[in-house]
């Protein structure tokens, strides 16, 4: 399953990223705070650091759960549940901290930056005819 990134730095930028299975395989095994080197995804000199993601499905990972795999959890404000209402608690499903095989989706952003701006450092994306 290919893994969708999206890099984001402190100017608001977002640049989206694919890998493809087989490149994505050193991401296997780190977890949300984490810090990977550029070099590994195609942009030499830049450092990021794993913010979050989700898995197949959708689910939201956060940084409070371990593991790979699912849970139910009892929350009130915070990753994945949108309700704002005072004192409301409601069981939400969230993925784990940890990236596998099925996660599809990886939030990074900079921490630090490489020779060339961020928008110039990722290769264009070929259009598709």
Not at 92 to 112: H, S, W
């Amino acid at each position: 399953m290919d893994l969708k990134l999206n890099i984001a730095d402190k100017s608001g930028k977002c640049i989206k990223k694919e890998l493809k299975e087989d490149a994505a395989g050193f991401l296997y095994g780190k977890k949300i705070g984490d810090k990977i080197n550029g070099e590994s995804i195609d942009m030499p000199g830049y450092e990021f650091e794993i913010a979050g993601g989700s898995d197949y499905c959708g689910f939201p990972m956060r940084k409070d759960v371990n593991g790979i795999m699912r849970k139910q959890i009892l929350t009130t404000t915070a990753t994945g549940n949108r309700y704002t209402r005072t004192g409301m608690r409601l069981r939400r499903t969230i993925a784990g901290n940890t990236i596998y095989n099925r996660t599809t989706q990886i939030n990074l952003k900079v921490v630090k930056y490489g020779p060339t701006p961020l928008i110039t450092a990722a290769p264009a994306e070929e259009k598709k005819e």
